[in-house]
Nanobody, 121 residues
Framework: QVQLVESGGALVQSGGSLRRSCAASGSIFTIDAMGWYRQASGKGRELVAHGPTGGSTNYADSVKGRFTISRDNSKNTVYLQMNSLKPEDTAVYYC???????????????WGQGTLVTVSS
């Protein structure tokens, strides 16, 4: 069974930094993509950052210049470094991955358990 396990800090004051990690475990053939999404209270889920894939990354406009996504393919892990955090960054953050379990398997989309990140003012 393949799963995503998230870890890292979840509470910080405005202007501070947090780092989130997400490791994929289980029988994996390839991980085609990894990223982070978030959902604030009363709002829909939105993309925070995606990649790097093929050398490119995508960021939500609201986090550009403050957040950095990176991957360690040897550990099947994706990281989200969040700097200059603002109260409006408060949300449940979810890790996301597109994986193939075997060479002939279809691609599966996986989600982490989600963690509430709180930025206090």
């Amino acid at each position: 069974q393949v799963q995503l396990v998230e870890s890292g800090g979840a509470l910080v004051q405005s202007g501070g930094s947090l780092r989130r990690s997400c490791a994929a475990s289980g029988s994996i053939f390839t991980i085609d993509a990894m990223g982070w999404y978030r959902q604030a209270s009363g709002k829909g889920r939105e993309l925070v950052a995606h990649g790097p894939t093929g050398g490119s990354t995508n960021y939500a406009d609201s986090v550009k210049g403050r957040f950095t996504i990176s991957r360690d393919n040897s550990k099947n892990t994706v990281y989200l470094q969040m700097n200059s955090l603002k109260p409006e960054d408060t949300a449940v953050y979810y890790c996301n991955a597109i994986v193939k379990r075997t060479i002939i398997s279809p691609r599966d989309e996986l989600w982490g358990q989600g963690t509430l990140v709180t930025v206090s003012s």
